[in-house]
């Protein structure tokens, strides 16, 4: 199996990719590289208070003060008017950023670069970030064929939760290199070993660009509209769910 094309990637990297923080102390800047090395943040920019900047990563919001040395969880509420501003914040990038990105991605990804079991009809479509070893991956998947029952295609991309030099990521590399990738991941989620093989395959850019998508756990669920559904979600709700009609 090839890997996404150079000019798919190299257009994702564009689009997911932080816009440049021309206005954020160096110093700043520095501590963030070294807090989060492998998953840049979605935005910084000036918080409401005075020398603290806004610090988000996906969509979790944090306030770092101008010389990085503190850092604070939300929320930060506007007294006067009690309105939350780290829920805004939040749901600003959502709407305004992730949401294009994960469309994106998802325009780009290619049946041959996923893991896919569908009805011969779907009715639906999801795009799980998955991890081998992950309990609630491996309780989604001991129900894949009720939601091809239910009309859901589900297609697995990888997200090996523990990095790139876990056990973990080589697994999901030996199921994604199988020759047999459907029986492959079903193997490995039942926790029986998957025999090593070299190969090209997406594995770390699935991973990479899931940590710039706001992936932060296993399963998530990515629908066809941009939004993103964090943990497990049994096969009747997530029909109920995506038979409900758009906001």
């Given at each position: 199996m090839k890997r996404l094309t150079h000019v798919a990637l190299a257009t994702l990297a564009l689009l997911i990719c932080?816009?440049?923080?021309?206005?954020?102390?160096?110093?700043?800047?520095d501590v963030i590289a070294k807090v989060s090395p492998e998953a840049p943040p979605t935005a910084v920019q000036p918080a409401a208070v005075a020398g603290l900047y806004e610090v988000i990563f996906g969509s979790t919001v944090y306030y770092f003060s101008a010389d990085g040395r503190?850092?604070?969880?939300?929320?930060?509420?506007?007294?006067a008017s009690r309105r939350n501003l780290t829920e805004a914040a939040a749901q600003a990038v959502e709407r305004d950023t992730l949401v294009p990105q994960r469309l994106a991605f998802l325009k780009q990804l290619?049946?041959?670069?996923?893991?896919?079991?569908?009805?011969?009809?779907?009715a639906h479509r999801v795009t799980v970030f998955t991890d081998t070893d992950c309990g609630w991956c491996r309780e989604l998947h001991r129900h894949i064929d009720q939601y091809q029952a239910a009309g859901i295609?589900?297609?697995?991309?990888?997200?090996?939760?523990?990095?790139?030099?876990?056990e973990s990521f080589r697994k999901a590399q030996n199921v994604w290199c199988a020759a047999d990738r459907k029986a492959a991941i079903t193997e490995a989620?039942?926790?029986?070993?998957?025999?090593?093989?070299?190969?090209?395959?997406?594995?770390?850019?699935?991973?990479?660009a899931g940590q710039k998508l706001g992936v932060s756990g296993t399963p998530a669920i990515l629908l066809d509209d941009g939004r993103l559904l964090g943990g497990y979600v049994a096969p009747n709700e997530l029909k109920r769910l995506l038979d409900a009609p758009g906001d």
């Open positions: 932080p816009a440049s923080h021309a206005d954020t102390p160096q110093v700043l800047l503190y850092m604070l969880g939300g929320p930060l509420i506007e007294v290619k049946d041959k670069d996923a893991i896919v079991f569908s009805p011969v009809k779907p295609a589900v297609r697995y991309v990888a997200f090996p939760r523990a990095g790139e030099d876990s989620k039942a926790g029986k070993a998957v025999p090593e093989k070299v190969c090209e395959n997406p594995v770390l850019e699935q991973y990479q």
